[in-house]
């Protein structure tokens, strides 16, 4: 903390330009420059991995496990209302989910860990990922080898949370993060007249049974005791006419469950019901999943190890408090902690100490206390070399 704390200056500034230049999805030519340029000043080997995602290793000096430390970059097509005086210059696109500070607080753990390079009992490999919020960011990671060479034994991401008071940091057991499963489903008929139905086949029709038939998989078909979600949020007819039968009508949403199995069965059977039921009604449905992550399940072992460490580095500033969090929001880590035991912590950046934000992530006036910078790129740096410290004999 002592480090970070001289190094705030620094810190405050990466962020502030971050969050007035946000980029979206996989797109985020100032931001991986920025962040590269800043890692090479540091003398790391830095390689562009799926792409406009970085990584780079600090230490391996000495033989022993590899630990993957996680920030996300991208921003969200949002147009920021927070009125500060660094806010976004980019029309229609802002850093309400606070990646800005995850990048900022990685690139300065980054720095610390250099400077105690020859200490480290093992290696830090950094994951500077884009598209969180796709879904596909980390995924397009992991397909070009971010796991390996050299493989990772464990992996660490934090999260920022305006929500929660100052120096919180929310911790979880087990399933932490639901499955997010977008879909699609096209419902296709016959255009025609709407005073003319006879000679039309309407998809309008159609797309309402399939969506009562929907709500019934939750209903009737989903287990009680699971916490299982469908969400139809998006119907939108081919046709805009109050005097015409649509072509084709198109529905969005989501499936969302803690359950690997509840989701493989929700998953087939919405396809299911879609395409039998729009068959009933002389129609069809193409249905599509856009993107598809399972629950995100942390090591129950290696976060609590990882507690025990933010607790030693936050003394004074900070801790982890209770009860742990299980979200219905999804986070597309997990595709790493599918792959590799995984920790992960949410960061209280609220007014103060006692009190939340009045708004969140995803809200265009949220509002981020960067005094809590500081805290998260110790706390990275700090639980990357006790961990890997005391791994180091099993390896």
Known sequence: M?????????????????????????????????????LKALGLDVRRCGGSGLTATIGGKKPGPVLLLRADMDALPMQEESGLEFASLTPGQA???????????????????????????????LMFQPDEEGGNG??????????????????????????????????????????NDVFSIKV????????????SIDPINAAAHILVGLETLIAREANPSETCMLCVGSIESSSKAFNI??????????????????????????????????????????????????PLIVNDNLE???????????????GVVEPPICKMGSEDFTHVTNRVPSAFFFIGAGPDRE??????????KVVFNEEMLPMGAAGYAYCAEKWLANHAASK
Do not use: W
Request: net charge negative; proline share 4%.
């Open 2 to 38: 002592k480090r970070a704390l001289e190094l705030k200056e620094s810190l405050v500034r990466n962020r502030r330009f971050l969050h007035q230049h946000p980029e979206i999805r996989n797109d985020l030519p100032i931001t991986a420059s920025f962040v590269e340029e800043r």
């Open 304 to 318: 609590l190890e990882m507690r025990k460490y933010l607790d030693e580095v936050l003394a004074g500033f900070g």
């Open 188 to 199: 296709i008929g016959k255009a025609g007249h709407g005073a003319r139905p006879h000679q």
């Open 355 to 364: 009190h939340g934000g009045q708004y969140s992530q995803h809200n265009t």
């Open 138 to 179: 980390c995924l397009d990671m992991v397909n070009d080898g971010i796991l390996e060479n050299p493989k990772v034994d464990a992996a660490l991401a934090l999260h920022v949370d305006a929500a929660a008071p100052l120096g919180s940091f929310a911790y979880g057991l087990g399933p932490i993060f639901s499955s």
């Open 245 to 294: 039968i649509p072509e084709s009508v198109l529905m969005k949403g989501s499936i969302r469950t803690y359950n690997h199995d509840q989701r493989e069965m929700l998953v087939r059977r919405l396809k299911e019901v879609a395409e039998y039921t729009a068959m009933a009604f002389a129609c069809r449905a193409e249905v599509q999943y856009e993107v598809q992550m399972p």
């Open 95 to 125: 850093h309400c989910c606070g990646h800005d500070t995850h990048t900022a607080m990685l690139l300065c753990a980054a720095q610390m860990l250099k400077e105690n390079e020859d200490a480290l009992e093992g290696t830090v490999k």
